[in-house]
């Protein structure tokens, strides 16, 4: 069983920058994909940026050149880091991580972008 802990939310005015983090814990031998999706209430899960395990990034057009998705696989852990943020990117940020062939999902961490 893996377990994905995250951290890092929390309320932050528009045009601040936030930090998330997700570290993978638990019995697992290699870690593929990892992603941050985002969910409003009432809304779809989306998806904001992901990595594989090369390196390479994609991101949804809404966040692009503000946010930056990294890895650590020594640590098992990604990041997410979130610049020039707008009220439109409140949600709750999941972070979801492929290993040994399955998926798992992070419990999530509210981010709330407010004056």
């Known amino acids: 069983q893996v377990h994905l802990v995250e951290s890092g939310g929390g309320l932050v005015q528009p045009g601040g920058s936030l930090r998330l983090s997700c570290a993978a814990s638990?019995?697992?031998?290699?870690?593929?994909?990892m992603a941050w999706y985002r969910q409003v209430s009432g809304k779809q899960r989306e998806l904001v940026a992901l990595?594989?395990?090369?390196?390479?990034?994609n991101y949804a057009e809404p966040v692009k050149g503000r946010f930056t998705i990294s890895r650590d696989d020594a640590q098992n852990t990604v990041y997410l880091q979130m610049n020039s943020l707008k009220p439109e990117d409140t949600a709750v940020y999941y972070c979801?991580?492929?290993?040994?062939?399955?998926?798992?999902w992070g419990q999530g961490t509210q981010v709330t972008v407010s004056s």
């Open positions: 638990g019995r697992l031998s290699s870690i593929g994909t």
């Open positions: 990595i594989v395990s090369s390196g390479t990034t």
């Open positions: 979801w991580v492929t290993a040994d062939y399955r998926s798992y």
